[in-house]
């Protein structure tokens, strides 16, 4: 263990029963913030949040966002000389269907062979939590901070950040950072240090298909009114072409061609067997001329999320059902537009539905990707940091998933931005049983102190 490490892990170590038990309590939150039954419990959380910034020596706020809070806090007595540090992460979490699926309660934390299983463990209450108790450490030991530090979490991540995404110019100034640590991220294994660098953008509609003023049943109408079900089938159908590109018109005008540098940067092959054994999948598409791992990450998709209509409870009801509800989501890569790519969708549809079928769509949940400066003191920094903890060298990542308010934030607040995590793609966000490691909670703290107290020393 390197001299620099040994004060922190020591810390660590001493405060280890303390930092568990207020780790479980902010699991036991369940604050689902695109769910309005538990507004009150999400409010409850961002309280909760500020008064443990408070207590570490921040000083703090809830900035109104119109709809959930914002947790702000801020150094007290740094060098006023000192580059400034906006750390970002998120309180709310991931409603928690199917309920039935989990092993044990989603909101009493439980741990298992090392790993604490609730919703929210990773995403993003465990790896946010680590950064709260790092920056605890931080203001104890250091009386005269080196780096001006700035937090910012927010509670509506999960819902497209539409607060955060609608004040964030208004709170330019409050936020205006030289540098951003986004700490929701993830490594490719356990074993391997990565920083990220980038994340795909994304758009999302929910499209509603209704043929009848009501549900018919199937004997008495089949024959004589069109399925919406059969109508979406068919739609869905049209969305690829028969090599699997996206058939949707212009879907792929902005999109550049993966360069040399990239694969070297960002493409670590795994092949098929990893992800059967390790995700349990058995059914693979990657795009036509391109490897799996390219094309979750430096590729564009579309998918299917969710489709709802006719019956699905006990026994059998034989309708045509009135409406069916579809759930559609694109990733993009850098300089699709967003809202081009939903209007080109849009039309797409309107022309390709079933004559006759009523189509209505929600554009929602837009976010252009993001792609980061490898060159950035910051990147210089963190990669110092991992190296540290891990003792091998720091590979650099994207992800295939999307953090749109991150590439908003790198715009308005004109700051570098590094991708920070432990996360691993096995950990069920999103999912049942979502869980994260103890040992990879301290590698966390770890990671973060050292960030901050290295950030000014690489800025001289």
């Not at 001299?3 to 207020?22: N, V, Y």
Request: charged letters at 30%; glycine letters at 8%.
């Amino acid at each position: 263990m390197s001299d620099q490490l040994t004060p922190i892990k020591k810390w660590f170590q001493d405060k280890k029963e303390e930092i568990f038990k207020d780790y479980f309590s902010f699991l036991s939150m369940p604050s689902i913030g695109t769910d309005s039954d538990y507004k009150q419990q999400t409010l409850d959380c961002a309280k909760w949040v500020l008064d443990y910034l408070t207590k570490a020596g921040l000083n703090t706020e809830l900035v109104d966002t119109g709809s959930f809070p914002l947790v702000y806090g801020e150094s007290k007595d740094h060098d006023k000389n000192a580059p400034t540090l906006l750390l970002y992460g998120h309180y709310d979490v991931q409603p928690v269907d199917p309920l039935e699926k989990w092993d044990t309660d989603p909101f009493k934390p439980t741990e298992k062979n090392g790993q604490i299983f609730a919703r929210g463990a990773h995403d993003d209450k465990g790896q946010i939590f680590y950064t709260m108790v790092a920056l605890r450490y931080f203001l104890e030991h250091h009386k005269k901070y080196p780096v001006h530090i700035k937090v910012c979490i927010e509670g509506e991540e999960e819902s497209s950040s539409v607060g955060l995404s609608k004040t964030l110019p208004s709170l330019k100034d409050k936020l205006k950072a030289d540098y951003i640590l986004a700490v929701d991220c993830g490594i490719p294994d356990e074993n391997t240090p990565a920083i990220n660098l980038g994340a795909r953008g994304v758009c999302q509609v929910t499209m509603d298909v209704t043929g009848s003023s009501s549900d018919l049943h199937s004997g008495d109408f089949g024959g004589i009114a069109y399925n919406p079900l059969r109508a979406v089938a068919e739609l869905i159908d049209k969305f690829w072409d028969v090599k699997g590109k996206v058939a949707v018109p212009h879907f792929y005008d902005d999109v550049k061609a993966i360069t040399k540098e990239d694969k070297k940067a960002f493409i670590e092959e795994k092949g098929a067997k990893v992800y059967e054994t390790k995700h349990g999948i058995f059914s693979f598409f990657n795009e036509n001329g391109y490897s799996l791992e390219e094309s979750n990450v430096l590729r564009p998709t579309l998918e299917i999320n969710g489709i709802g209509g006719g019956y699905f409870g006990k026994g059998f009801k034989t309708v045509i059902p009135a409406t069916v509800t579809v759930k559609i989501s694109c990733r993009l890569v850098p300089d699709q537009n967003p809202k081009k790519i939903l209007k080109e969708l849009s039309d797409f549809i309107k022309k390709h539905i079933h004559k006759g079928m009523k189509v209505k769509l929600d554009m929602e949940g837009t976010g252009k990707a993001l792609r980061c400066s490898k060159d950035s003191a910051i990147v210089e920094v963190a990669t110092k940091a991992y190296e540290e903890v891990f003792k091998k060298p720091c590979r650099t990542v994207l992800m295939g998933g999307s953090i749109p308010i991150l590439s908003e934030m790198i715009e308005i607040l004109d700051a570098d931005l590094v991708g920070i995590g432990l996360g691993l793609l096995d950990d069920n966000i999103h999912a049942p049983n979502e869980h994260f490691g103890k040992d990879r909670f301290e590698k966390g703290f770890l990671i973060i102190s050292r960030i901050l107290e290295m950030v000014n020393l690489e800025d001289k």
